[in-house]
């Protein structure tokens, strides 16, 4: 069988290195990929926004099943082209991943069909939002970018005047273009965060599975939002209990309400969730695997994720099984000096080899020179899955590796996994 991996993060280099392991995958075909992909498969140069350009690959390499990595060829209709033209896909319709494409409809979504989120408003109006927004106190909203912003669009405003500027940033300048021309002024939630995952068909929703991630650069969860810099998984406080409010209260009924919506959803669901007092509430849903938590998730995953992205695509969830192992798994993320601003790239990179003989070295903004040398492209450079029986057996593995990893100007979080560590002491 033929497969089209679609995406060239460190993401789709963990799918790629898991539908590998499939022996009913002959081809792999990466577009546009990065240095880990082309080692897997054959990487072929035409970007993930090119959606005329992805199908006509497809069609010309009579590709057998295509997997989408990143949210905005789904929020753009991907997945409702290649289905019209008789291809299958794993990823959700345009109207289903509106779910990751508009957090208003989103919440207006969860609102309606009572799924716990935070309270929250609608905005296009920067007057109006500052308004509404001193009529709580100090802290209390979290501002969100109608649509996707690359995981920046939610800023925490600690007074009245950081909230305003970034009202009138998002509404007014355009911080974030079309989508932050409307934004969200949602309650401001307390509690661990945790990221879980099934894969939805329908109205079937698989077993699920539970991940922490790190989204701020520096350590303690200080410095400026990026793209995640680390995961593990699993989270200190999940249990059978909460993984059946999670699944009894969340997943399974906004599956049940997407189709009730005729926006019946099929891939895989992401709800980034908030267990507070009164339990587990959603902060957002997102259409995709997130990264980097795929990094740790396919490791876990025992089954074959062909067999299982295949009966998504046939319809035919509810006779598949997704089983995920019981082991513990931490990634931690290598990035450029000045991410997530500025950076340089074309740095040379070295200790790849030596750091795979400690876990899954998973590559992000990676490339190859007119050399041959492995070189920087990217923020995110790429990263180490360790993995063990126990949180801090596969945050060992883990570090082991990336201190053998080196390129100029490397940064790195020393403190991804500790908390679960800590917890548990």
Same mark, same amino acid.
């Given at each position: 069988?033929?497969?089209?991996?679609?995406?060239?993060?460190?993401?789709?280099?963990?799918?790629?290195?898991?539908?590998?392991?499939?022996?009913?995958?002959?081809?792999?075909?990466?577009?546009?990929?990065?240095?880990?992909?082309?080692?897997?498969?054959?990487?072929?140069?035409?970007?993930?926004?090119?959606?005329?350009?992805?199908?006509?690959?497809?069609?010309?390499?009579?590709?057998?099943?295509?997997?989408?990595?990143?949210?905005?060829?789904?929020?753009?209709?991907?997945?409702?082209?290649?289905?019209?033209?008789?291809?299958?896909?794993?990823?959700?319709?345009?109207?289903?991943?509106?779910?990751?494409?508009?957090?208003?409809?989103?919440?207006?979504?969860?609102?309606?069909?009572?799924?716990?989120?935070?309270?929250?408003?609608?905005?296009?109006?920067?007057?109006?939002?500052?308004?509404?927004?001193?009529?709580?106190?100090?802290?209390?909203?979290?501002?969100?970018?109608?649509?996707?912003?690359?995981?920046?669009?939610?800023?925490?405003?600690?007074?009245?005047?950081?909230?305003?500027?970034?009202?009138?940033?998002?509404?007014?300048?355009?911080?974030?273009?079309?989508?932050?021309?409307?934004?969200?002024?949602?309650?401001?939630?307390?509690?661990?965060?945790?990221?879980?995952?099934?894969?939805?068909?329908?109205?079937?929703?698989?077993?699920?599975?539970?991940?922490?991630?790190?989204?701020?650069?520096?350590?303690?969860?200080?410095?400026?939002?990026?793209?995640?810099?680390?995961?593990?998984?699993?989270?200190?406080?999940?249990?059978?209990?909460?993984?059946?409010?999670?699944?009894?209260?969340?997943?399974?009924?906004?599956?049940?309400?997407? &189709?009730? !919506?005729?926006?019946?959803?099929?891939?895989?669901?992401? #709800? $980034?969730?908030?267990?507070? *007092? +009164? /339990?587990?509430? @959603?902060?957002?849903?997102?259409?995709?695997?997130?990264?980097?938590?795929?990094?740790?998730?396919?490791?876990?995953?025992?089954?074959?994720?062909?067999?299982?992205?295949?009966?998504?695509?046939?319809?035919?969830?509810?006779?598949?099984?997704?089983?995920?192992?019981?082991?513990?798994?931490?990634?931690?993320?290598?990035?450029?000096?000045?991410?997530?601003?500025?950076?340089?790239?074309?740095?040379?990179?070295?200790? &790849?080899? !030596?750091?795979?003989?400690?876990?899954?070295?998973?590559? #992000? $903004?990676?490339?190859?020179? *007119? +050399? /041959?040398?492995? @070189?920087?492209?990217?923020?995110?450079?790429?990263?180490?899955?360790?993995?063990?029986?126990?949180?801090?057996?596969?945050?060992?593995?883990?570090?082991?590796?990336?201190?053998?990893?080196?390129?100029?100007?490397?940064?790195?979080?020393?403190?991804?996994?500790?908390?679960?560590?800590?917890?548990?002491?």
């Amino acid at each position: 069988m033929k497969v089209l991996v679609i995406g060239s993060g460190g993401r789709e280099h963990a799918i790629t290195w898991k539908f590998a392991q499939s022996p009913k995958v002959t081809e792999l075909i990466i577009a546009p990929g990065n240095a880990g992909t082309a080692e897997l498969g054959e990487n072929v140069g035409v970007k993930a926004e090119d959606i005329d350009g992805l199908l006509e690959l497809a069609l010309s390499r009579s590709v057998d099943l295509t997997f989408v990595g990143p949210e905005q060829p789904l929020i753009d209709g991907l997945a409702d082209r290649f289905e019209a033209a008789g291809l299958k896909v794993f990823g959700p319709t345009a109207a289903a991943a509106r779910l990751e494409g508009s957090k208003i409809w989103s919440h207006e979504l969860m609102s309606k069909y009572d799924i716990p989120t935070a309270e929250s408003k609608s905005f296009t109006s920067s007057a109006e939002a500052i308004k509404f927004g001193e009529t709580k106190p100090e802290g209390f909203f979290v501002i969100k970018a109608d649509g996707p912003a690359a995981g920046k669009g939610v800023i925490l405003p600690q007074t009245y005047s950081d909230s305003n500027i970034t009202i009138i940033d998002m509404l007014d300048h355009g911080a974030f273009g079309d989508s932050s021309s409307r934004i969200l002024l949602a309650e401001r939630m307390t509690g661990p965060e945790v990221s879980v995952f099934a894969f939805v068909q329908g109205e079937v929703v698989s077993a699920e599975v539970a991940a922490c991630d790190y989204k701020r650069i520096g350590e303690g969860d200080t410095g400026p939002n990026t793209g995640g810099v680390g995961s593990y998984t699993p989270p200190e406080f999940w249990n059978e209990e909460l993984a059946a409010r999670v699944r009894g209260e969340i997943l399974e009924p906004i599956a049940k309400a997407l &189709v009730a !919506e005729n926006s019946s959803y099929s891939g895989i669901l992401y #709800a $980034g969730l908030m267990v507070t *007092e +009164s /339990g587990p509430r @959603v902060i957002e849903f997102n259409c995709r695997f997130g990264d980097p938590e795929t990094q740790i998730l396919m490791p876990k995953l025992e089954t074959d994720l062909f067999d299982i992205c295949l009966a998504v695509a046939e319809g035919r969830l509810a006779g598949q099984e997704v089983k995920w192992s019981d082991s513990a798994h931490a990634f931690v993320v290598m990035v450029s000096d000045g991410y997530p601003g500025s950076y340089e790239t074309g740095l040379p990179i070295t200790g &790849v080899k !030596e750091a795979a003989e400690h876990g899954l070295v998973v590559h #992000a $903004g990676t490339a190859r020179d *007119e +050399s /041959g040398s492995l @070189v920087t492209s990217g923020g995110r450079v790429l990263g180490v899955a360790g993995s063990g029986g126990s949180v801090k057996d596969a945050r060992d593995s883990a570090y082991a590796g990336i201190g053998l990893i080196t390129f100029e100007g490397a940064q790195y979080r020393r403190d991804i996994a500790q908390r679960a560590i800590q917890a548990r002491t």
